[in-house]
C-alpha cells in the first residue's frame, strides 16, 4: 500500500514538473522562468560597480536563496523520473546541474557570475507557449551540422593553413622593410608570427579590429587579398550545413519500401510509382499473390 502511495506520489510530482499540458505544470515552468529571471538579473546587478556593503549582501542572500530554491527542484526532478540517471545525463539534467553549482564553489572561485548559465533553463519556455516544433527544427539543424562535421573540419583545417601561411608572409614582408644597418622594424606591429595570425584570423573574418596594420605597399596588397578571401570563404560552412539539411528533410518525407522491379529505394512515403522505372510500388505479399 505505502508503495502504490509513493508511486502515485511520484507521479502527480512528475505531471506537475516535467509536463506542461496540465495547468499545475504551466504555472510550474511560469513560476521556474520568473526565478531564472530574477536570479539571472541578479548575478548580473551584482558585478556593477559602486554598490554598497549592505546592497551586495541583500543581492548574495538572493543568490542563495535562488541556488537552495533550484537545488530542491533538481533533487525533485531526480526523485520523479523513473530513470534518475537518463535524466542526469540529458542535455537539460545537466544544464540544472550547473546552474547550481557555481554558487556553491564561490568559496573556492570567488566569483558567482558562472550562475548566468542558467539563462540556457529558459528553453523550457519553448513548451508552455506549445512551440515545441522549434526544438524539433533545432534538433534536426545540430543533426545537420554534425552530420557535415568532416566538410566543416576539412573547410577549418584549409582556413587555419591560410591564416598560417598568409600571417607569416606579412611578418616576413614587413621585416623586409626594415633598414639594413639596423635591422629593425619601421613601426612595425607584425612583432612576431603568432601576433600576425592573430591580424590574418581578424582580417580574414572581415572583423578589422584595426589594432594590427601593415605599413608597407606589399603587405597592404597583401591584407586586401586576405579580405577576398575571407568574403569567398565565409558562405562555404553554411552550404555544407543547408544540404545536409535537406538531405535530412528529403530522408523524413521518405520511406524504406522497394521497388519490386529494379530495387530502387528512397521514395516518398505516399509515392504510387517508383521514382526510378516508373513502374507501380507493390508490396512483396501482392507481387507473390499474382
Same mark, same amino acid.
Given at each position: 500500500?505505502?508503495?502504490?502511495?509513493?508511486?502515485?506520489? &511520484?507521479? &502527480?510530482? =512528475?505531471?506537475?514538473?516535467?509536463?506542461?499540458?496540465?495547468?499545475?505544470?504551466?504555472?510550474? +515552468?511560469?513560476?521556474?522562468?520568473?526565478?531564472?529571471?530574477?536570479?539571472?538579473?541578479?548575478?548580473?546587478?551584482?558585478?556593477?560597480?559602486?554598490?554598497?556593503?549592505?546592497?551586495?549582501?541583500?543581492? %548574495?542572500?538572493?543568490?542563495?536563496?535562488?541556488?537552495?530554491?533550484?537545488?530542491?527542484?533538481?533533487?525533485? &526532478?531526480?526523485? @520523479?523520473? &523513473?530513470?534518475?540517471? %537518463?535524466?542526469?545525463?540529458?542535455?537539460?539534467?545537466?544544464?540544472?546541474?550547473? @546552474?547550481?553549482?557555481?554558487? =556553491?564553489?564561490?568559496?573556492?572561485?570567488? !566569483?558567482?557570475?558562472?550562475?548566468?548559465?542558467? !539563462?540556457?533553463?529558459?528553453? #523550457?519556455?519553448? #513548451?508552455?507557449?506549445?512551440?515545441?516544433?522549434?526544438? !524539433?527544427?533545432?534538433?534536426?539543424?545540430?543533426?545537420?551540422?554534425?552530420?557535415? #562535421?568532416?566538410?566543416?573540419?576539412? /573547410?577549418?583545417?584549409?582556413?587555419?593553413?591560410?591564416?598560417?601561411?598568409?600571417?607569416?608572409?606579412?611578418?616576413?614582408?614587413?621585416?623586409?622593410?626594415?633598414?639594413?644597418?639596423?635591422?629593425?622594424?619601421?613601426?612595425?606591429?607584425?612583432?612576431?608570427?603568432?601576433?600576425?595570425?592573430?591580424?590574418?584570423?581578424?582580417?580574414?573574418?572581415?572583423?578589422?579590429?584595426? +589594432?594590427?596594420?601593415?605599413?608597407?605597399?606589399?603587405?597592404?596588397?597583401?591584407?586586401?587579398?586576405?579580405?577576398?578571401?575571407?568574403? @569567398?570563404?565565409?558562405?562555404?560552412?553554411?552550404?555544407?550545413?543547408?544540404?545536409? /539539411?535537406? +538531405?535530412?528533410?528529403?530522408?523524413?518525407?521518405?520511406? %524504406?519500401?522497394?521497388?519490386?522491379?529494379?530495387?530502387?529505394?528512397?521514395?516518398?512515403?505516399?509515392?504510387?510509382?517508383?521514382?526510378?522505372?516508373?513502374?507501380?510500388?507493390?508490396? %512483396?505479399?501482392?507481387?507473390?499473390?499474382?
Amino acid at each position: 500500500m505505502q508503495q502504490k502511495q509513493r508511486a502515485a506520489w &511520484r507521479e &502527480r510530482l =512528475y505531471v506537475i514538473i516535467f509536463e506542461a499540458d496540465t495547468r499545475a505544470g504551466q504555472w510550474f +515552468d511560469i513560476c521556474l522562468l520568473v526565478a531564472i529571471l530574477l536570479s539571472v538579473g541578479a548575478v548580473s546587478i551584482e558585478t556593477v560597480e559602486g554598490l554598497t556593503q549592505q546592497q551586495q549582501d541583500l543581492l %548574495n542572500a538572493i543568490e542563495w536563496g535562488f541556488t537552495i530554491l533550484f537545488t530542491i527542484e533538481y533533487v525533485l &526532478r531526480l526523485l @520523479s523520473v &523513473r530513470r534518475p540517471l %537518463n535524466y542526469a545525463f540529458s542535455f537539460y539534467g545537466i544544464v540544472d546541474l550547473i @546552474s547550481v553549482l557555481p554558487t =556553491y564553489f564561490t568559496p573556492i572561485s570567488g !566569483s558567482r557570475s558562472f550562475a548566468v548559465v542558467r !539563462s540556457f533553463r529558459l528553453l #523550457r519556455v519553448f #513548451r508552455i507557449m506549445k512551440l515545441i516544433h522549434l526544438t !524539433s527544427e533545432s534538433e534536426e539543424l545540430a543533426r545537420a551540422v554534425w552530420s557535415a #562535421r568532416s566538410k566543416i573540419i576539412v /573547410f577549418l583545417t584549409v582556413v587555419l593553413i591560410t591564416v598560417t601561411i598568409s600571417g607569416t608572409a606579412m611578418y616576413e614582408i614587413e621585416r623586409i622593410a626594415s633598414p639594413a644597418d639596423t635591422g629593425l622594424p619601421i613601426e612595425t606591429q607584425f612583432t612576431s608570427i603568432p601576433q600576425s595570425i592573430y591580424w590574418a584570423i581578424v582580417t580574414m573574418t572581415t572583423v578589422g579590429y584595426g +589594432d594590427i596594420v601593415p605599413q608597407t605597399t606589399p603587405g597592404k596588397f597583401v591584407s586586401a587579398l586576405l579580405i577576398l578571401v575571407g568574403y @569567398s570563404l565565409i558562405i562555404v560552412p553554411t552550404g555544407f550545413v543547408s544540404a545536409e /539539411f535537406v +538531405d535530412l528533410k528529403k530522408a523524413a518525407k521518405t520511406s %524504406n519500401q522497394t521497388c519490386p522491379y529494379c530495387m530502387a529505394e528512397g521514395h516518398l512515403r505516399d509515392a504510387e510509382y517508383c521514382r526510378k522505372c516508373g513502374k507501380p510500388l507493390e508490396s %512483396n505479399e501482392s507481387l507473390g499473390a499474382t
